[in-house]
């Protein structure tokens, strides 16, 4: 995967994150290195593996990331909040603990390529 746009937030700015909530629907250019195995684009969901307030969303539906580009930012009280407003995120975060991880959206393709967790399969129908 070189970049991702994102289609669809599934959480605002202030909301409460759980662990493993759906953060995104995103679109990626490809999953697998080999381009002979090149399917075209396709959809995956990213979950959080933090808890915390989303602070900012610093993608809008439509913008397209790059691996280790931030795409939020995440506190841990809604107090906290206000401090973010303004703030110059890095531009690469590939280095930092890994917070999202992501499932391809389509059930078809999830059995080819990797699962969709259980808690999450009823984002698909919505």
Same mark, same amino acid.
């Given at each position: 995967m070189s970049e991702a746009k994102i289609l669809r937030w599934y959480i605002s700015e202030g909301e409460h994150?759980?662990?493993?909530?759906?953060l995104a629907l995103v679109e990626?250019?490809?999953?697998?290195s080999d381009p002979s195995q090149h399917t075209g684009p396709t959809e995956m969901q990213i979950e959080g593996h933090e808890e915390g307030?989303? #602070?900012?969303?610093?993608?809008?539906?439509?913008?397209? #990331?790059?691996?280790?580009e931030p795409i939020a930012?995440?506190?841990?009280?809604?107090?906290?909040?206000?401090?973010?407003e303004g703030i110059d995120p890095p531009e690469d975060v590939s280095d930092s603990m890994f917070v999202w991880q992501a499932y391809v959206a389509d059930a078809k393709d999830a059995q080819e390529h990797c699962r969709i967790p259980e808690h999450n399969k009823v984002r698909q129908e919505e």
């Open positions: 994150l759980e662990m493993t909530q759906l990626v250019d490809r999953l697998l307030i989303i #602070a900012q969303l610093l993608l809008n539906e439509g913008d397209v #990331a790059s691996p280790g930012l995440l506190c841990e009280s809604a107090d906290d909040v206000p401090q973010f």
